[in-house]
């Protein structure tokens, strides 16, 4: 990726590494806070993950948790698609 990032910015690959580990530390540390929408239109989210029996469905007392979850923007899943047409 820090490659990438390097080939498309004509950044170093130094200072493509230093970006791109900025830009995870402040997705990383915006979600103890809340949601992180970006500009292509996905959003980066905390949910609240509720455990359940399998044999009866009940929901089961266990220590709440927060789960990471990526919701693709319109922007994100057309560039996606893009590349299965034909």
């Given at each position: 990726m820090v490659e990438k990032v390097s080939e498309k910015s004509g950044l170093?690959?130094?200072?493509s590494e230093n970006a791109l580990n900025?830009?995870?530390d402040s997705i990383f540390e915006?979600?103890?806070t809340g949601d992180v929408r970006l500009m292509w239109g996905g959003t980066f989210a905390v949910a609240g993950r509720q455990e359940?029996?399998?044999r009866?469905?009940?929901?089961i007392e266990i220590k709440p948790r927060r789960v990471p979850i990526i919701r693709a923007?319109?922007?994100l899943k057309r560039e996606v698609n893009q590349g299965n047409q034909g």
């Open positions: 170093t690959i130094c200072q900025g830009i995870i915006e979600l103890k359940r029996n399998p009866t469905g009940e929901a923007g319109s922007i």
